[in-house]
């Protein structure tokens, strides 16, 4: 279980507050209004905005002040999730190795991670040959081998188009399961939640609210939520 | 430590930084030690400053005003090989200093293609030595600088400002005023005071066209009173001397100075209606024309005299050209083991002090840390023995500004789009240069390290004050067969020097290019 503990999180003259604990196996999706902090949330929680109090909490370690590298997550963000200058392979391969020394062992993982997302054909090609659909997938290989506790997802598919992303989320929500991982998902969609999501996290007024069931929150939503919905 | 934007080591970039500092500063203090204030400044040396100030300044003001109508015809005129011609204006930072002075002899010298045909017509033939020929060497360099540093402004004025112009119909007159005069009142102060550092601690021009007591740069008095005299306390005071003008010039100048942009995007030419037809496109016409014959006949004449006196070319000139070529790389090599760390710790920083730093090696002249590190090395070794090692030192010290200036901005461009990506996967130390910062970075680090090969290859500085008679770069065995009057030879050294220059940029520069992903 991940706790944030009565965090604050600033930066500049904004301000989030969150108290909150994510459960372990299960899928949170992000939602609230533009600005409101979700990106804010996210980021530190991977360990690049400090917090200025509180604490985060993982299995009862402090990991407040660990680097972003040490933490037992990762993040996809909106873009720059791969490096164009190296090839499918190596960009997965460096979730494994940041130095890229791979054991026999370890680049048969990469090749069954690129197998996993349907790439395999593409594992010598750089990012700039391929698709978006493909970049994403390629970058949700990496994810595959780094093999984290939690996977974190800042809208990385917002330039796709709806066809696409809905297939994209189905392929995060498979490996999500197939992992057992826990999944924390920026998103502006009422249907990405319904798809995807287990709980809700929701975002406004400077407060990170604390999860509530998906189905339950989107069937029957608080007047605050509404207003964003629309 | 765990809110860094990337995770680059600091430490290294930090040490680089303070060795510079360091060894720059200890020249200083050895200088500062050694000089005798009781002596004072003699008549000679108050005409030294006198003149050091009255050609850079002359020269400043000549190169800043000729490059608007330049850069005015190049902004507003497309044509075939304008994009060589462009290209042809940053050759000078390249090219040799010793070679272009041969080229401007042969052109405007005593027996040079000007008076040839001034005695066609009748007329007293005119002297490049002295004042107008520093000056005019200083031009040849700068004037192409300038335009350039004004092209580049001429390119940040949207196009929708000459539409708007080209509406209204206005004259160009009126364009002029209502466009271009705000835009060189804020660009003609700063370009006119980075010429004007550039030639205060300019040396080999004052060397082969100056001299004298009436043209004599305090840059040339340290060497004489070094080479000459071998009187150190005077060239110790004499470079403290520079250093005021020089420093305190470039610190208080370093706010309006331009940020130098020596790479490319300079080929977009925006369309433009106003000016095309009449007097505006003769005088465009003129002004292209009078800067491409003046850049292109002294290299023309190198090329041209080289061929005629290649076959006369002494063995001792093949003999410096390998030792250029060795102290070339040594350059490169001293350049990127400091301004690779450098640039990464000042990345990491946010804008502004750090870059300083670089600016150091601007401020204080080669021949300052030349007479300074003499000063030190001379009761323990031979200070001649040393002479390849501390010119190749100084050297990439000289570019060091320069690479900083080329490298820092992609460098950060990579910690901001890259940083936080690296640090999810845990990249740090020499991963992340070996994977990420060197291949994003490549043909950026190759034009440096072509850049500052170049300005090794064709420095004429702290070597001719260390030299001893049996050790010579090929700059320095040029100027001394031009000495000797052996012109012909001296332009066949000129032609290998040329050559061997481009050539190092050239194979650097393409090698950073090679296979570079975008």
Known sequence: ????????????????????????????????????????????????????????????????????????????????????????????????????????????????????????????????????????????????????PFVLLDEPFAALGPALRNEMLDLVAELITETKATLIMVTHAPDDVRRIADEVIFVANGVAAKPQPAKALMDNPPQELRDYLG | MAFRPVSISTKPGISAAVTVAALILTALLAVLGRAEFTSGLGPADWSAIRFTILQAVISAVVSTLLAVPVARALARRRFRGRGLLVTLLGAPFILPVIVAVLGLLAVFGRAGWLNAGLAQVGLEPVSIYGLHGVVLAHVFFNLPLATRLLLQAWQTVPAERFRLAAQMSLTPYAVFRSIEVPLLRQILPGTAALVFVICLTSFAVALTLGGGPRATTVELAIYQAFRFDFDLSRAALLSLVQLGIAGGTAAAALWIIPTISIGGGFDRSLHRWDGQVGVQQVLDVLFIGLTTAFLLLPLVAVVTRGVAGFAKTPLAVWHAAGVSIIVALFSIAVLLAIALPMAGWIATRPRGGSEAVGLLGLAASPLTIGTGWFILINPVVDPFALALPVTALVNAFMALPFVLR?????????????????????????????????????????????????????????????ASP?????????????????????????????????????VFDKGGRWHAQA
């Open chain 1, 1 to 148: 279980m991940l706790r944030l503990e009565e965090a604050e999180i600033a930066q500049d003259t904004f301000t989030l507050r969150a108290d909150l604990s994510i459960e372990q196996t299960r899928k949170y999706a992000v939602i609230g209004p533009s600005g409101a902090g979700k990106s804010t949330l996210l980021s530190a929680l991977c360990g690049f905005i400090p917090l200025s109090t509180g604490r985060l909490l993982w299995q009862d370690t402090d990991i407040t002040t660990f680097a972003p590298g040490d933490r037992p997550m990762t993040m996809l963000f909106q873009d720059n999730n791969l490096f164009p200058h190296l090839s499918i392979q190596q960009n997965v391969g460096l979730g494994l190795r940041p130095d890229l020394r791979l054991s026999i062992d370890e680049k048969d993982r990469v090749l069954n991670a690129l197998s996993r997302v349907g790439l395999s054909a593409f594992a010598q090609r750089k990012p700039g040959a391929l698709s978006g659909g493909q970049q994403s997938r390629a970058a949700l290989a990496r994810v595959l081998v780094q093999a984290r």
């Open chain 2, 406 to 466: 080329i490298i820092v901005p992609p460098m950060r461009d990579t910690v901001q789009v890259y940083g936080r990506l690296t640090q999810t996967l845990g990249m740090g130390g020499w991963s992340l240069w070996r994977w990420v910062i060197l291949p994003r970075l490549r043909p950026q680090i190759g034009f440096a390290a072509g850049l500052t090969g170049a300005l090794s290859m064709g420095d004429l500085g702290v070597i001719a004050l260390f």
């Open chain 2, 470 to 506: 049996d050790t010579a770069t090929l700059p320095l065995q040029m100027y001394r067969l031009m000495g000797a009057y052996r012109m012909d030879a001296a332009a066949g050294a000129a032609l290998i020097l040329l050559a061997l220059s481009l050539g190092i940029f050239w």
